[in-house]
């Protein structure tokens, strides 16, 4: 499949009957069109999308990994919110794993490794709002996989990366044919990963949680998981979390999910007062400060929500987070702990239908690869969300049978009056809610549309240097005025890159606005598609 001459990274203004498709990936983004060209709903379009990046970007997701998905259905208020991320095993416990040794769940390790739920969250939202078969949306991944596709810079450097922790694995053959990381450019087809996913198109669930990719996950984790834990379906139909936002409402996954901060990181900012201007360092200050003043607590709040200590609506109550607020000050850094960054694996992606049903989807492997092992021959690379868990007697977090841990995956989705307003998300692991808050601050209180909002200058947290209240890396587009005001106000500023891959995609469709997709220019192959 050759890059399309319209694969640009915005596609403009779309009319209201046209479907849009937006994914770190044109391949993706193509197949997803191509799917609703056939008469697909946005959510058939959506698996589509997942599907082919599993294929050609192994590095970020795929069926061993796990899916959020919010979907807007013109005919409800509220959008229906899946969970389809996979529990712990019970083949051990925490006191194993203390007994072995283990201080912490090793991110690359069997231990780290919980169920699957991907394929679970594709059999339902197939279901529910699926308008062809799964196979339907399926067979463009399938294709992909058995007629080879080209390799992007991006994978070429993430699979350099992770050849010495995949490379001698069966599933690795077909990543790399030369027995080292191919170049960009070169021809990559992946059978194996193509029978699983014609299996899944036939038999649904049962072809991938039984047979041989079921044992080859018992194997991986060396009998942590076991049948009657794949057995059990592991996608749920929730309550979103939600927060009213710059006249809109904007809606995203609650805990086990940390999409809680991205909504209370804005609302923060919201009532500081900020200028308008995202140049002005007070613009800046306020966001980091907002999102610093919750970001502390993560480890405790976003859990399995049998272990929560405090509820969705408490965490985004309105005067919990003005005490927050009220903490900040305009003219300095406030002390607050901080959390620790990690290196994300994710896809985000975004589709929305001639219909108006939009759906906000989010899957992934979690650090990179994932676990680093794969489940058999099969192609299929487990994710490690299970280093969400700590081994800490009486944690929220604390390792357990049958519970899912602490989940980086923030998708967001917009509505106003009801309707369908700005689809919205990201990769980029525990950063996500910073992304995320940065792009709709810009967005609504800024008022720039998708496409300049893309493009205006990020910063990322990082781990501070002890005794420091704020330690923040900054791309270097961001004006010298702007950086000399942040480092003025007690922010520890470090330049990086002008245009940061790592720092997203974020993928984005207004829908109530310009009515059209918008891609990041910081992945070279990010593309935003129409119908």
Known sequence: MNRPAEAQLSTGRTSPDKGIAVSPHWMASQAGVEIMRSGGSAVDAAIAVDAVLAVIAPDTCGPGGDLFALVHDPSHDAPRTLNASGRSGSGTTADDLRDRGFGDIPHRSPWSITVPGCVDGWEALSKEFGRLPLAAALSPAIDIARAGFEVSTELAASLARVHDIVGEQASA???????????????????????????????????????????????????????????????DWITPAQLDLFGRTAWTI???????????????????????????????????????????????????????????????????LAERADRIGRDRTTRWPMPQPGIGGTAYMTVLDGNGMGVSFIQSNFTGIGSGLSAGATGVWLHNRG??????????????????PLHTLSPTLWTANSALDLLLGTRGGDQQPQYLAQFAATHFHARMCTDDTQSVPRWRMQQPQPGTDSAIEMESRFARTTVAGMEHLGHEV????????????????????????????????SAALAT
């Open 173 to 235: 053959k077909t990543l790399y044919p030369e027995l080292a990381a191919p170049r960009p450019g070169a021809t990559l087809h992946r059978p194996a990963l193509a029978d699983v996913l014609e299996g899944i198109a036939t038999d649904g669930r049962e072809a991938f949680y039984t047979g041989e990719v079921g044992a080859g996950i018992e194997a991986a984790t060396q009998g942590a998981i076991v049948a009657e834990d794949l057995a059990r379906r592991q996608a």
């Open 254 to 320: 609650p805990p086990n999910s940390q999409g809680y901060l991205t909504l209370a990181t804005l609302w923060i900012f919201s009532h500081l007062d900020p200028p308008d201007d995202p140049n002005d360092p007070l613009f800046q200050h306020l966001l980091v400060e907002a999102f610093r003043s919750v970001a502390w607590e993560r480890e405790d709040t976003v859990c399995d929500p049998s272990a929560a200590e405090i509820g969705t609506s408490e965490l985004l109550s309105p005067s919990r």
């Open 494 to 525: 470090t330049l990086a890159d002008a245009y940061e891959p790592g720092w997203g995609p974020i993928s984005a469709i207004d829908v109530a606005g310009e009515r059209k997709g918008s891609a990041d220019p910081r992945v070279s192959t």
């Open 387 to 404: 280093a969400g868990f700590n081994l800490i007697p009486g944690h929220p977090n604390e390792f357990a049978p049958h519970k899912r």
